[in-house]
């Protein structure tokens, strides 16, 4: 079973308007979340991390986390044709020597003029 | 400069043969990892290193071994390479709990 889910697959929204992603996790132990984007030739890099209940937002970008449920959302405000890319959601156990990052299988974003 | 490197880019080989995948990190980071990226899959974890000499299988393992004799530089090693193992690969570090640092990924054909 997938450990990490990511809803939906593929995601269009217009230039200028909110995208909106999703992320559940089905394992208790997974406490640390992150984004990562990835744009095409590319390797993924970090958008943000979300460890506590809540939200946090940097600049456009909103990650919500409810540990309760083990989801996670990011929020894409005033999407830019930049912002067209592969997204994932990542999870890992908290603790400094596990190391391992789970991946989901990502949503592709499109941001159309 | 924060960087992970990855040797090659591009790289194709006849079933069969042996591969060598080569990657290198600037920032002294403890934690290496192979992943390889199949459309539709995401990232799928291959090989995790916590230092030198220290590694561990991660979920897809089989048909891969990895070394790691000095602590900048991981490589991947396909032993009599099979079609299925066509795929991005990409190798990454991280120290401790922060983000994960992300080569630029190999492309690897085997034909």
């Known amino acids: 079973q997938q450990k990490v889910q990511q809803s939906p697959e593929s995601l269009s929204v217009p230039e200028g308007g909110m995208a909106s992603l999703n992320c559940t996790s089905s394992?208790?132990?997974?406490?640390y979340f992150w984004w990562y984007r990835q744009h095409s030739g590319e390797g993924p890099k970090a958008l943000m991390?979300?460890?506590?209940?809540g939200d946090k937002k940097e600049g456009r970008f909103t990650a919500h986390l409810n540990k309760a449920s083990l989801h996670v959302s990011l929020h894409i405000r005033d999407s830019q044709p930049s912002d067209s890319a592969l997204y994932f959601c990542?999870?890992?156990?908290?603790?400094?020597?596990?190391?391992?990052?789970?991946f989901g299988h990502g949503t592709i974003l499109r941001v159309h003029p | 400069d924060m960087k992970v490197t990855q040797m090659p880019r591009y790289l194709i080989k006849r079933m069969g043969e042996n591969v060598l995948l080569e990657c290198g990190q600037d920032?002294?980071?403890?934690?290496m990892y192979w992943y390889r990226q199949d459309p539709g899959l995401g990232l799928q974890l291959i090989y995790i290193?916590?230092?030198?000499?220290?590694?561990s299988e991660g979920d897809i393992p089989k048909g891969y071994r990895v070394s790691r004799k000095k602590r900048e530089h991981f490589s991947l090693i396909l032993d009599s390479a099979k079609t299925n193992q066509t795929s991005v690969y990409f190798c990454?570090?991280?120290?401790?709990?922060?983000?994960?640092?992300f080569g630029k990924g190999t492309r690897l054909t085997v034909v």
């Open positions: 990454a570090s991280r120290q401790a709990n922060t983000e994960v640092f």
């Open positions: 394992d208790r132990n997974f406490q």
């Open positions: 991390s979300i460890f506590s209940d």
């Open positions: 990542a999870a890992s156990e908290p603790g400094a020597n596990t190391g391992k990052l789970t």
């Open positions: 920032m002294s980071h403890e934690t």
């Open positions: 290193s916590y230092d030198v000499d220290s590694n």
